[in-house]
C-alpha cells in the first residue's frame, strides 16, 4: 500500500533520487512442478486427539485433520497482562485472524526463590490456557529454561545465575530445569492435544547457539528428552533456527523470524535495507536477529531446510523500546514484511509480539539491563513493543493492516500450504537493490499466486510504469494484467492465478483473496483491491453465461470485468455449466476495516471504524474512542445491542447499525510537583560507546507532577486513556512509590490505559521526566524534534484524558 511515513531526511532524499524503471513485462519460470513433501523426516510428539484429529508436519507444511494449513501464532506474555483482561485479549486476537497462541513462560516470574512456585493471579498458566481452548485457539508454549524476552537473566531466577553454570548441561542446572518442567506440566496436565486440549507445540531454549564444554547439541537434546519425560509429549517441537542456531539433527523444527528495525543496535542512524523486504529463495535465516554470547559456527537451520518445513516464530509484530535506539515502525512496514515473507514460503506466520505487556512489578526489577550484564536496557515495566495489541489491548493501526493477510492465510491456507516459491529471471542484487521490482511466485505448477512487494522502510523504491507479469506454468504461460499497470513506491500486494471460485476458474484478478463466507447463497469471495491498480477479475469468455456487477471486454478470448471496488461491487458470474462465482471487491481501506467473527453461531463480517471482536455469547463488541458508533452487517441478521441499535441505510451489501453512547468529557488535574534538575552526564558503554540508561540515583533530576483522575471516571465506559504528550528521556507514572508504567521518549503519544489502576485512582498519580541532554546520543526517528532549552528539555506538552466506549451486539 502507498508509503505514508519517512523516517529521515536521508530517506526523503533516498526516494527522490530512485530512478524510475523503464516499461517492461518481467517474468519467471514456474513449469515444474514442486517436489512431494518428505514424510516421518522429524521425531515429534503424540499428535492424535481423543476424537481421532491429527496434527501432522512433513518437510514442508503443517495439516491438521489431513487439511493443510498456513497458521497465524500470535505472542501474548499472560505473566505480563492482568489476569482479569485475558479472554478479551484472546478474542480480539481471534478475530484479527490469529489461531495460535504462543507464549513464554518465564522461570523468574513463577520461581523467585528455590521451590516456591506462583502459578496464580497473572501466573495463573492453567487458566489462561484454559481460556484458549474455550475460543477454540491452539496453543505453543515456550518455556525456555532461558527466553531472552527482554527480561533480566533471560527469565532464569536470579537464585539459578547466582549458584551455577547455566544453559547447558551441568547436572545442578538440569535439576532445577527439571523441576520447573515439571511444575509448568502440571499447570497444562489434561490440556495437551493428545487430551482433547489445545496445547499442540513446545519451543526449547531461545536463541541457543553454544557449543563450549558441556553445551551445543547434546544440550537441546537432553531439554527435549527432559521435557518428555516431565510430560510433555505434544506434536510439535522446535527452537529458534537463526544466528548459527545448534541442535540435534530430526529432533526439532527450527523457527524463524525478521524485524524491520534493530533497537538493540548500536547504530544511532538510519540502518541500511533491510531483508524483511527482500523475498528468500532457498534462504530462511536473516541478518539482524542477534542472539546474545554465540560460539557457534555451524547453521542448523540451514542445514535442516530439506527435512523441516520454514515456520517463524519472531517476525516482529512491532519493536521493543531501547534506550539506545527508539525507531517509530508505521503500519505498512509490518504488513509488507510479512507480505514479503508469506511469498517466500513461510508456513507458520509467528509473531512476536501480538500483544503488548507489562513486566511485573517488585524489587529487582524484571528487566532486561546493561547493568545487570544484558545486551539491552529496556523500560523496567512498559512492553507495549508497538505490536497489533498493545500492552493496555487497545488496538494499533498495524492491526487493521494485518488482519485481512490472515484471513487469506486461514480461508486458502489450504491452497497456499503446499506450494513451491519460484523466482523471478530477474531478483534484486541484494537488499540495497531499491530499482529492481521485487516479486516471486508460490504455485504448483497449475495455480498459485503472484506477491509483490515494492516496500522497504525509510527508503524510497523505484515507480514501475506499464509493469506486466508474466508466469510460465505448466501446460501455458500467463502475462497479467490484461495491460501494463504502475506498481507504485510502498506496494505490496498478492493476486490469484487459476483460483478456483467454488466450480469456476478465475484465470487472475488484480485485486488480492481476503475471506470467503457461506450466505444462504453459496460461497461469497471478498478480495480486497491494489492500491490505485484497477481491480480486474479475468476469466475464460467461452465458459461465461453471464456477467452482473461488472463490464465486461473480451481481450484474446478471455472476459476481462473491471469493477468499481466498494461495499456493493458485488460481481456475479454464471458459466454455461450452471455454476456460480460470487466475489465482493473491497477498497483497500474498507478491507482494513472488515472483521469476521460469529454470530448466533454462523460468520458474519462486519464493515466498521471502530475495533471488532466476538464475545463468549455468539455476538461481538465494538471499541471505539468515538461515542457514536457505525457499522455493517453480512449477511444481514436482527440484533440486539447493549446501546440502543437503529438500522439504517444499506451500506453496499451490508446491513447498517448505528448507535450513540453518551459522551463524556474527562479532564484531569495536572500540579507540578518539582521542576527539573540537570540531568547527569551521559553514560556510554562497548567500543561503540553505546548509550545506557541513567543510574538509578540521576532519576532525582525528573521533573514531576501529580495527576489527579476525577472520580468516577471509569463509569459507563470501556477504559479511559491517559495521553501524554511530552518531551524528555525517560517518563514514569507512579502510585506513591509504586512504579506503575515506563516509557523511553519517542515522540509518540504516551497512551496509559486506566481501568487496571482504578483501585488506585482514588489517589493522585505523580508523572515524572528524566530530562533529555541535547547532546544525547541515542536514536530518534528524524520526524522527532525535542526542543531544548539550557541543553536539555523534560515538559509535558498534554495530559488529556480519552474515553473509550462499548458496543455490545448479539
Given amino acids: 500500500m502507498p508509503k505514508t511515513h519517512w523516517g529521515t531526511a536521508t530517506a526523503l532524499a533516498v526516494m527522490m533520487m530512485a530512478v524510475q524503471a523503464s516499461a517492461k513485462t ?159 506440566f502440571q499447570q497444562v496436565k489434561g490440556l495437551l492435544w493428545k487430551d482433547g486440549g489445545p496445547v499442540i507445540g513446545f519451543q526449547l531454549e531461545n536463541e541457543y547457539n553454544r557449543n563450549g564444554p558441556n553445551q551445543g547439541r547434546d544440550h537441546i537434546a537432553n531439554l527435549k528428552e527432559m521435557a518428555i519425560a516431565d510430560g510433555f509429549d505434544v506434536p510439535l517441537y522446535s527452537v529458534t533456527g537463526w544466528d548459527n542456531a545448534i541442535f540435534p539433527r530430526g529432533e526439532v523444527i527450527p523457527v524463524f523470524g525478521s524485524y524491520v528495525d534493530e533497537p538493540w543496535s548500536a547504530s544511532a542512524a538510519i540502518l541500511p535495507p533491510k531483508s524483511s523486504y527482500m523475498f528468500q529463495f532457498g534462504i530462511r535465516n536473516e541478518k539482524g536477529l542477534g542472539a546474545q554470547g554465540s560460539t557457534s559456527s555451524q547453521d542448523d537451520g540451514a542445514r535442516d531446510s530439506d527435512i523441516t518445513p520454514f515456520f517463524g516464530a519472531e517476525y516482529g509484530g512491532g519493536v521493543p523500546q531501547m534506550y539506545r535506539r527508539r525507531p517509530i515502525i508505521q503500519p505498512d512496514d509490518i504488513s509488507d514484511m510479512v507480505i514479503t515473507k508469506v511469498g517466500s514460503g513461510v508456513n507458520l506466520m509467528g509473531y512476536y509480539m501480538f500483544q503488548g505487556g507489562q513486566n511485573p512489578g517488585g524489587y ?109 506454468l505448466g501446460t501455458q504461460s500467463l502475462t497479467l494484467p490484461s ?68 463490464k465486461k471486454t473480451v481481450v484474446d478470448g478471455r472476459a476481462v470485468l473491471t469493477i468499481t471496488p466498494g461495499s456493493g461491487a458485488l460481481v456475479t458470474v454464471k458459466t454455461k455449466d450452471s455454476k456460480t462465482a460470487r466475489v465482493l471487491v473491497l477498497t483497500n481501506v474498507q478491507a482494513e476495516h472488515l472483521t469476521k467473527v460469529d454470530v448466533k453461531g454462523k460468520p458474519h463480517l462486519i464493515l466498521s471504524d471502530a475495533h471488532v471482536f466476538g464475545d463468549d455469547a455468539q455476538g ?69 560507546n553505546t548509550p545506557v540508561v541513567p543510574e538509578p540515583e540521576s532519576f532525582g533530576a525528573s521533573a514531576g507532577w501529580t495527576i489527579e483522575v476525577p472520580k468516577g471516571a471509569l463509569d459507563g465506559v470501556a477504559d479511559v486513556y491517559m495521553d501524554v504528550t511530552y518531551q524528555g528521556d525517560v517518563a514514569r507514572l507512579f502510585s506513591g512509590p509504586e512504579m506503575l508504567d515506563d516509557e523511553y521518549f519517542n515522540g509518540q503519544v504516551w497512551r496509559i490505559g486506566l481501568k487496571r489502576y482504578a483501585a488506585k485512582l482514588d489517589k493522585p498519580l505523580t508523572l515524572t521526566i528524566m530530562p533529555l541532554r541535547e547532546d544525547s546520543k541515542v536514536y530518534l526517528d528524524a520526524s522527532v524534534k525535542p526542543v531544548f532549552e539550557n541543553g536539555q528539555v523534560a515538559k509535558i506538552e498534554s495530559l488529556t484524558l480519552t474515553p473509550e466506549y462499548s458496543l455490545k451486539a448479539r
Fill in 26 to 184: 518481467v517474468t519467471l519460470d514456474a513449469s515444474k512442478a514442486p517436489p512431494a513433501p518428505l514424510q516421518n523426516t522429524l521425531k515429534m510428539g503424540a499428535n492424535r486427539s481423543p476424537s481421532g484429529e491429527t496434527i501432522e508436519v512433513n518437510s514442508q507444511y503443517l495439516r491438521i485433520g489431513g487439511k493443510p494449513v498456513v497458521p497465524v501464532m500470535g505472542e501474548f506474555h499472560y505473566t505480563r497482562f492482568p489476569h482479569a483482561y485475558w479472554e478479551e485479549q484472546i478474542l480480539k486476537m481471534k478475530a484479527a485472524g490469529v489461531n495460535v497462541v504462543a507464549t513464554y513462560i518465564i522461570w523468574q516470574h513463577h520461581e523467585e526463590l528455590p521451590g516456591k512456585f506462583d502459578w496464580s493471579g497473572d501466573r495463573d498458566l492453567k487458566t489462561f490456557v484454559e481460556l484458549c481452548a474455550k475460543h477454540g485457539m491452539y496453543v505453543y508454549l515456550r518455556p525456555g529454561p532461558w527466553a531472552h524476552a527482554e527480561v533480566r537473566f533471560g527469565g532464569i531466577p536470579d537464585w539459578v545465575v547466582d549458584s551455577v553454570p547455566t544453559r547447558g548441561n551441568d547436572p545442578v542446572y538440569l535439576s532445577y530445569v527439571d523441576a520447573f518442567y515439571k511444575q509448568t
Fill in 620 to 688: 461481538f463488541e465494538l471499541r471505539s474512542t468515538n461515542a457514536s458508533f457505525s457499522f455493517g452487517v453480512y449477511p444481514a441478521v436482527d440484533l440486539t445491542g447493549t446501546l440502543s441499535l437503529k438500522s439504517g441505510k444499506a451500506d453496499g451489501i451490508f446491513r447498517n447499525f448505528t448507535a450513540q453512547a453518551t459522551p463524556k468529557t474527562l479532564t484531569a488535574t495536572r500540579t507540578v510537583l518539582r521542576p527539573a534538575g540537570k540531568a547527569p552526564p551521559l553514560k556510554t558503554y562497548g567500543p561503540k
Fill in 364 to 472: 529487582p526489577s524484571r528487566d532486561e539491563s546493561v547493568a545487570t550484564g544484558g545486551f539491552n536496557d529496556v523500560p523496567k515495566r512498559g512492553y507495549d513493543f508497538q505490536a497489533p495489541l498493545g500492552q493496555y489491548g487497545q488496538a494499533h493501526p498495524v492491526l487493521n493492516q494485518l488482519k485481512p493477510i490472515h484471513y487469506f492465510l486461514k480461508d486458502f491456507g489450504d491452497r497456499l500450504a503446499p506450494t513451491h516459491v519460484y523466482a523471478p529471471d530477474t531478483q534484486a542484487a541484494d537488499s540495497k537493490d531499491l530499482k529492481t521490482l521485487r516479486w516471486a511466485f508460490r504455485g504448483d505448477a497449475t495455480s498459485g499466486f503472484v506477491f509483490v512487494n515494492n516496500h522497504v522502510r525509510q527508503y524510497g523504491m523505484a515507480e514501475h510504469a506499464d509493469t506486466r507479469f508474466t508466469v510460465k
Fill in 483 to 550: 495491460k501494463g499497470v504502475t506498481v507504485r513506491d510502498g506496494d505490496a500486494f498478492i493476486w490469484p492465478v487459476n483460483f478456483d471460485l467454488s466450480g469456476v476458474n478465475l484465470i487472475w484478478a488484480t485485486a488480492q483473496p481476503v475471506t470467503k463466507i457461506a450466505d444462504g447463497e453459496g460461497d461469497l469471495y471478498v478480495f480486497k483491491a491494489t492500491g490505485n491498480i484497477a481491480s480486474e477479475l479475468v476469466f475464460d469468455n467461452a465458459q461465461i453465461a453471464s456477467v452482473k456487477g461488472a
